[in-house]
C-alpha cells in the first residue's frame, strides 16, 4: 500500500480546513482527533495557513497535510512546514515532478481522462476528484473509474454529510474531502467528527 492510499483509508473524511487564525489550529486539531477524524488538510489559502499546520501538528494522533498547493514555491514552504501529505486542486508535471521526487504522499486533483492520463504517466494512482459535484458529481466519477480501474479516489468540493455515504459507496472511493465537521463549538466539531468517522465502510 502506497503512502497516500494509507492516508486515504484513515479516516472516511478529511476535513478540509480554511484556518484564518492560526491559534484556533490546535483546538481544532484535537478536536477532530478526539472525533475519529485523524487525517487533516490545511488549505494555502490563508496567511495563517503554516503556522497553523505547525501548531495541529504538536496533536497526538494528528496527520497533517497541506492543501491547494499550487506552485512549486508553496511546495518548498510546507515543507519546511513538514507536513506529512500535500494535496493540489490539479495536476500539472512542474508541480508534480518535485513532490513526486520528495517522496511525500501527494494527492493531486483531477477532473476528466486527460487529468488521470497525465497522473499516471507520473507513477500516480490515487487522485483527488476536484470540484466533485460541480464536475458531473457521482455519476461523472463512475464514467471515468471505469476506464481507469488502476485508480483511487478522493472526492472533494459540494460533497455533504448527506451524500458523503453515496459516495463511500463506490469502491473506488477510499475517502471524502468535507468541510461540514467545521463550525460551532468544539464540542460541536468532535460531535460531527465522530458521526463522519463511522461513516466508513
Avoid at 489559502?45 to 503554516?50: G, H, M, N, V, Y
Avoid at 514555491?73 to 490539479?90: K, R, Y
Avoid at 488502476?150 to 448527506?162: K, W, Y
Amino acid at each position: 500500500m502506497s503512502g497516500i492510499e494509507a492516508i486515504m483509508r484513515t479516516s472516511a473524511v478529511i476535513p478540509v480546513l480554511v484556518i484564518d487564525d492560526a491559534s484556533t489550529a490546535r483546538p481544532l486539531a484535537e478536536a477532530l482527533v478526539a472525533g475519529g477524524l485523524k487525517v487533516l488538510e490545511v488549505t494555502m489559502r490563508t496567511p495563517a495557513a503554516l503556522d497553523a499546520i505547525r501548531e495541529m501538528k504538536k496533536v497526538p494522533g494528528a496527520i497533517v497535510g497541506a492543501g491547494t498547493v499550487v506552485s512549486t514555491e508553496q511546495f518548498e514552504q510546507v515543507m519546511d512546514a513538514d507536513v506529512e501529505f500535500i494535496v493540489s486542486p490539479g495536476l500539472t508535471e512542474r508541480l508534480a515532478t518535485p513532490i513526486i521526487a520528495s517522496g511525500v504522499p501527494f494527492l493531486p486533483g483531477i477532473a476528466n481522462a486527460a487529468d488521470i492520463m497525465l497522473g499516471l504517466e507520473l507513477g500516480l494512482s490515487h487522485f483527488k476528484f476536484f470540484p466533485a459535484e460541480a464536475s458531473g458529481g457521482l455519476k461523472a466519477l463512475k464514467a471515468l473509474a471505469a476506464p481507469f480501474y488502476q485508480c483511487q479516489f478522493c472526492p472533494t468540493g459540494g460533497i455533504t454529510e448527506a451524500s458523503a455515504p453515496e459516495w463511500l459507496a463506490f469502491a473506488p472511493v477510499l475517502c471524502v474531502g468535507g468541510s461540514w465537521v467545521t463550525g460551532g463549538t468544539m464540542a460541536e466539531v468532535e460531535a460531527r467528527a465522530r458521526a463522519a468517522a463511522g461513516l466508513r465502510r
